[in-house]
């Protein structure tokens, strides 16, 4: 893959997932209560609610949980209001990031977010500041051991996917957001191991990082970053070299 230019694929070499599960839950919840309550419980009838649950099925988490989210977001269980926000701008190194959100609260999530973005010495911009330089894909990441690189080329291409790269232990699979879902199905269909799938923003442009010392920066930035309550996603356009990130990722698990 063109560098580690996506959040998502580093933390769970970093270990720290299931060291945050609880409050995953929380953010995949209120990803599916928003969903539910914008297109209904129907997950059939419900593209971005299917997402969500899906999402959350990846994450392991109970089935009780997801379907009490549904029904907040359908109204049959009170909930809490909440509305999508997307913050922009520039962190250490001079990443851009857009990161994705959901709060009962604008007023106070946007003071907290721009104060993060302050203390690693970046600045917060205003809409359309850096998103220029993202692009919404469909992603879906494949468990490498055991696949057939090349059958699972040919099933993501027939069934409309832009482009399949090796990225350590997984294969990247990118289609546009209108071939997502027949993609996934393909994949799925023929028995490939997902890890995860999603509509992710990403970068056409990337910063290359080679010193150790900045890219702990940036990483330490991001997790600080996702680790705030109302944060569903954060995407950046930093290309991080493999062993570099091995090696803040022993280090972090050691």
């Not at 209904?40 to 009490?68: Q, V």
Request: with cysteine; aromatic share 4%.
């Amino acid at each position: 893959m063109s560098g580690h230019s996506h959040w998502s694929g580093i933390k769970h070499r970093k270990g720290v997932v299931d060291a945050r599960r609880g409050k995953l839950f929380s953010k995949l919840a209120r990803h599916i209560t928003l969903a539910a309550r914008k297109g209904g419980g129907d997950p059939d009838m419900n593209l971005p609610l299917r997402y969500a649950i899906d999402r959350a099925r990846a994450a392991h988490m109970p089935k009780d949980s997801i379907d009490k989210a549904v029904k907040k977001g359908t109204g049959e269980i009170e909930g809490e209001h909440l509305e999508e926000v997307v913050y922009e701008g520039v962190g250490p190194e001079g990443v851009q990031v857009v990161v994705d959100v959901l709060t009962d609260n604008r007023n106070r999530t946007a003071a907290e977010i721009r104060k993060l973005f302050e203390r690693c010495g970046g600045k917060m911009g205003t809409p359309g500041s850096v998103a220029w330089n993202f692009e919404l894909k469909g992603r879906v990441t494949v468990e490498g051991k055991g696949v057939d690189e090349d059958q699972l080329i040919e099933v993501v291409l027939e069934g409309g996917g832009e482009d399949v790269q090796r990225d350590a232990d997984l294969y990247d699979v990118r289609t546009s957001p209108a071939d997502f879902e027949g993609v996934k199905r393909a994949i799925e269909a023929k028995g490939f191991p997902i890890k995860t799938s999603e509509i992710a923003r990403i970068p056409k442009n990337l910063v290359p990082i080679s010193q150790e010392k900045a890219a702990r920066r940036i990483l330490d930035f991001l997790g600080e970053m996702e680790d705030h309550d109302d944060v569903q996603t954060v995407a950046a356009n930093f290309d991080i070299p493999d062993e570099l990130i091995d090696r803040i990722a022993a280090e972090s698990s050691g």
